[in-house]
């Protein structure tokens, strides 16, 4: 069966990093794109940054412009989100996501917590 599974959460002091990893099996993994989504308490889920099957295209939200990146190993089923000087409302629920031609997945999520 179709799983996400995201692991690399944690407690950071905020300038800190982490590097969130999805793993993905049951589907082709290669053809879809690869999206991370937040949600922090009280707020709606948001996109974070995606990047396409094809060619490599990143895609992000402004907030976090210039801080992280996503990237993807198609050989690992896996994609990567690289958190680089952290900030308290960076703090959330990081969910991985991947769609195809209507057809959506989600993983269960990991906490990320900014706090000195």
């Known amino acids: 069966q179709v799983q996400l599974v995201e692991s690399g959460g944690g407690v950071v002091q905020p300038g800190g990093s982490l590097r969130l990893s999805c793993v993905a099996s049951?589907?082709?993994?290669?053809?879809?794109?690869m999206s991370w989504y937040r949600q922090a308490p009280g707020k709606e889920r948001e996109l974070v940054a995606d990047?396409?099957?094809?060619?490599?295209?990143?895609n992000y939200a402004d907030s976090v412009k210039g801080r992280f990146t996503i990237s993807r190993d198609n050989a690992k089923n896996t994609v990567y989100l690289q958190m680089n000087s952290l900030k308290p409302e960076d703090t959330a629920v990081y969910y991985c996501?991947?769609?195809?031609?209507?057809?959506?997945?989600w993983g269960q999520g990991t906490q990320v917590t900014v706090s000195s």
């Open positions: 996501n991947a769609r195809r031609m209507g057809r959506a997945y």
């Open positions: 049951g589907f082709t993994f290669s053809y879809y794109a």
């Open positions: 990047i396409l099957s094809v060619g490599g295209i990143t």
